[in-house]
């Protein structure tokens, strides 16, 4: 059988280890979560990975040849942090005493040892396989080299390579050396990033040969690519891992000295002990006892994979193991003041925590403080009565004396904050006047990067990903008329409760960041995280709404409303409940014998009266239209007209939507309280809704919209000429699109063309077949289906991005957006033909979707940025959909009317320029 090597990136593992793992010290106080970390993961690959050689390498200290290259190499990297330090120097004893031989080599990097151990395995008919993080790495690849990320449990041979790159191996230094690395300092070219690298490597192939043709690549890109000419062979020569260090010294006898070993029980129980890692002790002194029995060495790190076969190397495990639970638990109530003290002594040493408010009310801007909690580590963490009843807690500390103390440890950015929808308790904490910052984490978003198709709560959560059954608020409190408050709840279980709430926060935030990959790492640290910042700003700051425009808007829809049951009773030939199923029914089968054939049945076998029964039957039928009319209207009344006067809160005069962040799979946001996102603007009667959103004396409101996002996007992703070049010459998308289709030039395309091409562009990106384009257009399946043919005819990148994505959908389960968002499609292979179809309409649109939000929270997040730092007083009040709505006095208008749409417009790298439309008004609808 063909051996193996295993190499292990030994520095990428504890830095990877010390960001996703929770903050744990052993006895002494030294830290320790690196430590636990690493070692944890070698002894999951070691069990995971068959192999007959291993290494694990790591940097050398002090600088290496890169540095006599380019002295700016590396130099934007931060130091090592100080509670790194010890465990990086006690790291590579500790491994090698577990059985994996250690290397780190002087004036090169751990990166040129693996690539030179690599090709010398391979040399002598070695399999290879790598653990690393590091894109570097994937220049390494061969049909020999395989990549393995634990972490995400990503495995990239040749095809993993271009799948996740969209170049071969071979090309990876060409690619890494035109996008650069800010991490390592590497230049680049300007403004070029991956999608435009790999269209260059797949025209030019070779770094060489773009830089030969660099004078044929116009435009701006084209200049910065000119302009990088003089540095890209150093950043080329920077990239190339050296495959030839000389490692005689270190490794006498070539790749016999990297035979896999048998732990040192001895010595691992001797550091065991001291670092505190009580469950490993126990397990390896039970090694150690029935080695002595026995006269031979078990292995914890290795298990059975010994006798594991070559071809289950690669085992990729159906479900992520539960994160590790602590020995035992330490939950602790915080009633007296030497035990605050004691508390906030603790705070000023801690690098990270876990927090958790517990309060009056699910309404963030009037929920009152119950209790505060705060995690430690894994299983240790306080409750801080503060607004229980005498009744259930005898003994609390005065609020306010809490509060003070507390202050400056919320606002500061040490500790860091981690905790299950954080933003909600930022509000509670902003009713005091009190600032959260530092927030590092948050497990509900950080399950929504990993996991976005699946439930977010703490519950589900922590069933999913520590194996462990939450207390529920019901548990407590019970249901319905005889629920009490948490106020009321004892002591004992309050104090369960809460903590349970902080410390699996802090765990399952800890475990679910250590599954993401780098691109689900950058979206949860720079777009997730910093987005729900602007959001809490947005939700505070809350709208302006006009009483007096909605009382006369009810006013009129309740006279329209009578108007339509008038007009309903005279069809009808007699008065009925409109809104009653059973008497509906009786009118339009019964007394007016409307045919059901085809027609949707309910559950008790009755002909149904639901929207789109409805619908069909308006095609033919004025009583359906009107109940349609109807039912549309009473729902604007209620749900806006009526009801946004009743939101208003007393203390701002504004009204507080909460904004959904972990919702939708495509990532857009969703609003409640009053939902933002389903104000109708087809109609008039629900465009006039959003008059009553208006701005304050002396300033106005300015609503931003990206224009055709979707269909931006559409061109970018398919990479279809046709469509990229009508978006760069600013052409009118659907008289172009209309033109191709029927054939003729754009100035002779009629309006009613332009109508059937734009529903034709719309359609399309939705997945939509040619029956539904032929309900939409209202004509029969083949002229339907003839459209569709010219369109993909005219436009062949469309057709091929289509057949792709839903190739790589039921490759994988999922797709994924510009930014490598994931998109799951739980029924994309279900063995039901309609929901596999529609799995397959919605992974088609999804990244488009997906994109367009996070084009739109990348806005959110500059605009704030830009506010903020330029000291301006306007303010970001809405998010909708494609459209960003601020609140700007009178004297910024200029400025924001100018800079704005530029900062909308430069959030995306893309081959078709994005175009914020901006509109001025002194309220929402005549600004949009």
């Known amino acids: 059988m063909q051996k193996t090597l295993l190499l292990v990136d030994g520095s990428s593992y504890l830095y990877r280890a010390y960001h996703a793992m929770a903050q744990l010290s052993s006895p002494s106080g030294m830290p320790t979560g690196a430590l636990y970390g690493v070692l944890n993961m070698l002894r999951r690959l070691r069990m995971d990975v068959a192999h007959d050689y291993a290494c694990c390498i790591f940097d050398a200290k002090g600088d290496n040849f890169r540095h006599a290259l380019y002295p700016a190499y590396k130099a934007n990297r931060p130091p090592m942090p100080d509670d790194l330090r010890p465990q990086a120097a006690a790291l590579p004893e500790l491994v090698a005493l577990m059985g994996w031989p250690v290397l780190a080599v002087p004036g090169v990097e751990a990166d040129d040892v693996i690539g030179t151990l690599a090709r010398e395995a391979e040399a002598q008919g070695l399999q290879v396989v790598i653990s690393t993080g590091d894109k570097d790495m994937a220049q390494l690849v061969n049909e020999h080299i395989t990549l393995v ?67 044929d690549i116009k435009g701006k890109v084209g200049e910065n690519l000119q302009a990088a000419l003089s540095h890209l062979p150093l950043s080329y020569q920077l ?111 801690a690098d990270t925590i876990g927090f958790d408010t517990e309060t009056t009310s699910l309404d963030a801007m009037n929920a009152q403080l119950v209790g505060i909690s705060i995690a430690f580590a894994p299983g240790e963490a306080v409750y801080i009565p503060l607004g229980h009843s ?4 005898a003994e609390q500390l005065p609020l306010n004396t809490v509060l003070g103390c507390l202050k400056p440890f919320l606002a500061a950015e040490t500790p860091a904050k981690i905790g299950q929808n954080l933003k909600y308790d930022q509000h509670i904490l902003a009713n005091y006047q009190l600032t959260l910052g530092g927030i590092a984490g948050d497990a509900m978003l950080a399950s929504y990067i990993v996991e976005s198709h699946l439930g977010h709560g703490l519950d589900e959560l922590a069933e999913r990903h520590l194996g462990l059954n939450t207390i529920k608020y019901e548990d407590l409190c019970g249901k319905g008329a005889k629920q009490i408050s948490f106020a009321d709840v004892a002591l004992a279980d309050a104090t369960t409760y809460a903590c349970q709430d902080a410390d699996f926060a802090l765990r399952i935030e800890a475990h679910l960041r250590a599954q993401m990959d780098v691109a689900q790492l950058a979206m949860y640290t720079d777009m997730e995280l910093p987005v729900a910042q602007v959001l809490f ?18 006013h009129e829809l309740g006279s329209e409303l009578i108007t339509l049951e008038q007009q309903a009773y005279e069809l009808a030939g007699q008065p009925f409940n409109l809104n009653s199923p059973k008497q509906l029914q009786e009118i339009l089968f019964d007394k007016m014998g409307i045919p059901t054939n085809g027609l949707k049945k309910t559950a008790s076998g009755g002909i149904s009266t639901n929207e789109a029964v409805l619908e069909k039957l308006a095609l033919d039928y004025p009583l359906p239209q009107l109940i349609l009319q109807n039912r549309s209207l009473a729902k604007l009344k209620s749900t806006y007209t009526d009801k946004l006067p009743q939101l208003i809160n007393p203390a701002s005069g504004r009204v507080h939507t909460t904004y959904a962040q972990a919702v939708a799979i495509t990532g857009r946001l969703a609003s409640n309280n009053p939902n933002l996102q389903n104000i109708p603007i087809r109609t008039e009667q629900g465009r006039r809704v959003r008059r009553a959103f208006i701005a304050p004396s002396g300033s106005l409101m300015v609503s931003a919209d990206y224009s055709q996002i979707e269909l931006r996007i559409m061109a970018h992703l398919s990479g279809d000429q046709t469509l990229i070049n009508a978006f760069n010459h600013g052409e009118d998308i659907h008289r172009r699109t209309a033109a191709e289709v029927f054939g003729i030039a754009p100035e002779a395309v009629s309006s009613e063309q332009r109508r059937y091409a734009k529903t034709i562009n719309f359609g399309l990106i939705y997945g939509m077949g040619q029956y539904g384009l032929a309900k939409s257009l209202g004509i029969d399946n083949l002229a339907a289906k003839n459209f569709i043919d010219r369109y993909f005819a005219r436009y062949p990148g469309v057709a091929d991005y289509m057949q792709r994505t839903k190739e790589q959908a039921q490759a994988q389960g999922y797709v994924e957006t510009l930014f490598g968002r994931r998109l799951y499609l739980p029924g994309i292979h279900s063995s039901n033909g309609n929901e596999r179809a529609g799995a397959e309409r919605a992974a088609i649109n999804a990244p488009m979707q997906g994109t367009a939000s996070d084009l739109i929270k990348r806005a959110m997040i500059d605009v704030q940025h830009w506010l903020a730092s330029d000291n301006l007083e306007s303010k970001l009040i809405m998010q909708v959909h494609d459209e960003l709505v601020l609140e700007v006095p009178q004297t910024e208008l200029d400025t924001v009317k100018h800079r704005l749409p530029e900062i909308m417009a430069a959030v995306g790298e893309m081959d078709v320029p994005l175009l914020a439309e901006v509109g001025v008004g002194d309220n929402w609808e005549e600004a949009h």
């Open 149 to 215: 990320n634990t972490m995400s449990n990503e495995t990239l041979d040749i095809d993993g390579v271009v799948g996740k790159f969209g170049v071969r191996p071979e090309q990876i230094i060409d690619y890494l050396a035109l996008i650069g690395d800010k991490v390592d300092n590497v230049p680049g070219v300007d403004k070029c990033g991956p999608k435009t690298a790999v269209k260059w490597l797949a025209e030019y192939q070779t770094l060489d040969n773009i830089m030969a043709h660099a004078a």
């Open 239 to 349: 990239i190339t891992l050296k495959t030839d260090v000389d490692l005689q010294a270190e490794l006498p006898q070539g790749l016999e000295n990297l035979r896999r070993q048998s732990p040192d029980w001895a010595a691992l129980s001797h550091h065991f002990q001291q670092l505190g890692f009580r469950t490993w002790l126990k397990e390896a002194q039970t090694r150690l006892a029935e080695a002595a029995q026995q006269g031979q060495s078990g292995d914890l790190f290795a298990a059975a994979a010994d006798n594991k076969p070559p071809a289950e190397a690669f085992r990729q495990p159906e479900s992520k193991a539960p994160a590790a639970a602590p020995a035992e638990l330490s939950y602790q109530a915080i009633t007296t003041q030497a035990e605050l003290d004691t508390l906030c002594a603790r705070l000023a040493a």
């Open 390 to 393: 005498l009744t259930a807690v």
């Open 537 to 554: 700003q947005m939700e505070r700051t809350g709208v302006l709404i006009d009483k007096h425009e909605l009382a006369q808007q009810s």
